[in-house]
């Protein structure tokens, strides 16, 4: 399996924004789903957006009407816009389809 790569992270006050993007290979975002996770500290990995091959999108209820996710297919690309962060936002964050394993993530800092 190949690992996808995330990248966008950063420090960030609270109430600010960032964008992650994934980016895959082939048309894969066109076959698969594709989910973003997130560890925060000390904490177990936890699903928190997904959409599938169709554009169909899920969240999680932590994150629902803040996080948007949305795809570029002909970029190969997935993008998890995140606004009015907060300090619970904090962790690491994947991307993943059933085929590829886990990348090194990006890491997301909400401080003041």
């Known amino acids: 399996q190949v690992p996808l790569v995330e990248s966008g992270g950063g420090l960030v006050q609270p109430g600010g924004s960032l964008r992650l993007s994934c980016v895959g290979f082939?048309?894969?975002?066109?076959?698969?789903?594709m989910d973003w996770y997130r560890q925060a500290p000390g904490k177990q990995r936890e699903p928190v957006a997904s959409i599938s091959s169709g554009g169909v999108t899920k969240y999680a209820d932590s994150i629902k009407a803040r996080f948007t996710i949305s795809k570029n297919a002909a970029k190969n690309t997935v993008y998890l816009q995140m606004n009015s962060l907060k300090p619970e936002d904090t962790g690491v964050y994947y991307c993943?389809?059933?085929?590829?394993?886990w990348g090194q993530g990006t890491q997301v800092t909400v401080s003041s």
């Open positions: 993943k389809t059933t085929i590829t394993s």
């Open positions: 082939a048309t894969i975002f066109s076959v698969y789903d």
